[in-house]
C-alpha cells in the first residue's frame, strides 16, 4: 500500500476525535437545557444524532486504514483485542476500549423505548468515559501527538468539555458568574495533560515481557535488519507512484516505506524515505539517492537528531520484496 493508507488512517483518527468532541460538548449543553437563539432544540438534537453518525464512520475509516496499511503492521487480532499490539500497546488498548464502548452507547441509543429513558441516560454518561480513552489514545499512540497544531486542538478539546462540564455541574451548585476561575483551572488542566502525555515514553504501560522485548529505546547510531514487505504501483500524478512497504528485525525492530514518483518508468522525480525503530517509535525520514534493480542509497534523520545514511539491497519478485537494509551515523 502507499502512504495514503498511513495518511487516511491519522486524518481519520483526529476527525472522529472532533466530531466527538462536538458531540460531547452538545450532548452536556442539551442536558443542561441550553438554548441558542437562532438554533430550535429539536435542531440541535438532530444535529447532535448526526455528529455521533459520523463519529462510528471515522472511527471505521480509521480502524480499517490502520488494518490495510503495511507500515506498523496491526494484525485482526491486534486491532480487535485490549492488549496485543506491540506498537504503544497501553495507548492503543485505551483507542480499542473506546470504540467498544462507543458501540455499546450506540446500542443503547437503537434500544432507547425498550430500555427507558433513565437507564438509556445513565448508559450515555459514559460518552464521558469514551472521550476521555480516545483522549489519552490519541496524545499516547498518535505520531502527530507531538506537532504544536494538534497539541492545541488537544488543549481546546480538554479545556472545552472540562469547561461544559462546569457549566453543567455549576447550573445547579454554582452562584450565577462563578465560572471564571473553574474554566480557567480547565484550560491549565488541558495543557498541562497535553504537554505530560505528550512527552511519556512510547512505551509506557506495556507487560514487562514486552518491555523487554522493546528495550533499549534510545536512538540507535546505527543498525541492521533484514526485511520481507510487499511492492504496490498505482498512477499518480501523470506517472506511476511505486511503494515499497515492508518489516524486518536483526539489530532492532524496524518498518520501512519507500516511495518514488516515475513517470515514464525509467526517471525518478520524487522520493520519500521512511524507516521506523520499533522500540522508540521514533520515525527516520530522509529521501533516497539512488536506486536500481539491486537495491537503493539515501539518507534520513531523526526528530531533533544527525542524518544517517541508508542503503539497502533486495530482491523483487512480483509485488513481494526481501532483502536487508542499513542505516550508519
Known amino acids: 500500500m502507499s502512504r495514503l493508507d498511513w495518511y487516511t488512517a491519522r486524518s481519520a483518527g483526529v476527525l472522529a476525535y472532533v466530531l466527538l468532541t462536538s458531540g460531547v460538548l452538545l450532548g452536556t449543553l442539551l442536558s443542561g437545557r441550553a438554548r441558542l437563539r437562532r438554533w430550535p432544540a429539536f435542531a440541535i438534537t438532530d444535529v447532535h444524532r448526526f455528529l455521533t453518525l459520523l463519529v462510528g464512520v471515522f472511527v471505521s475509516i480509521h480502524v480499517l486504514a490502520v488494518l490495510l496499511d503495511g507500515y506498523v503492521h496491526f494484525s485482526l487480532a491486534q486491532a480487535l483485542v485490549p492488549g496485543l499490539s506491540t506498537y504503544r500497546p497501553l495507548w492503543v488498548s485505551l483507542g480499542i476500549v473506546g470504540v467498544y464502548l462507543l458501540l455499546a452507547v450506540a446500542i443503547t441509543n437503537a434500544l432507547k423505548k425498550r430500555i427507558g429513558f433513565a437507564r438509556w441516560r445513565r448508559a450515555h454518561y459514559l460518552t464521558f468515559a469514551i472521550w476521555a480513552a480516545v483522549t489519552v489514545h490519541g496524545l499516547g499512540a498518535g505520531t502527530d501527538a507531538g506537532t504544536p497544531w494538534l497539541r492545541v486542538l488537544y488543549v481546546g478539546a480538554i479545556a472545552s468539555v472540562l469547561a461544559a462540564v462546569v457549566w453543567r455541574v455549576g447550573r445547579v451548585r454554582l452562584p450565577a458568574g462563578a465560572y471564571a476561575a473553574p474554566s480557567a483551572a480547565a484550560l491549565v488542566f488541558g495543557f498541562a495533560l497535553v504537554v505530560g502525555l505528550g512527552e511519556l515514553p512510547a512505551g509506557i504501560g506495556t507487560t514487562p515481557a514486552a518491555s523487554a522485548a522493546a528495550a533499549p529505546t534510545t536512538l540507535p547510531a546505527s543498525l541492521s535488519a533484514s526485511f520481507s514487505g510487499s511492492v504496490d504501483q498505482r498512477a499518480a500524478g501523470g506517472g506511476e507512484l511505486i511503494s515499497v512497504t515492508g518489516s ?46 539491486s537495491g537503493f542509497a539515501g539518507s534520513c534523520s531523526f ?23 542499513r542505516l550508519s551515523g
Open 303 to 325: 526528530p531533533g537528531d544527525g542524518a544517517r545514511s541508508v542503503s539497502g539491497d533486495w530482491q523483487i519478485a512480483g509485488s513481494s520484496v526481501s532483502g536487508s537494509v
Open 248 to 293: 524486518g528485525s536483526g539489530d532492532r525492530t524496524i518498518a520501512l516505506r519507500l516511495d518514488f514518483l516515475t513517470p515514464d518508468g525509467n526517471s525518478i522525480t520524487d522520493t520519500a524515505l521512511q524507516i521506523r525503530d520499533v522500540a522508540s517509535g521514533q520515525v527516520c525520514t530522509g529521501t533516497v539517492d539512488s536506486i536500481d534493480r
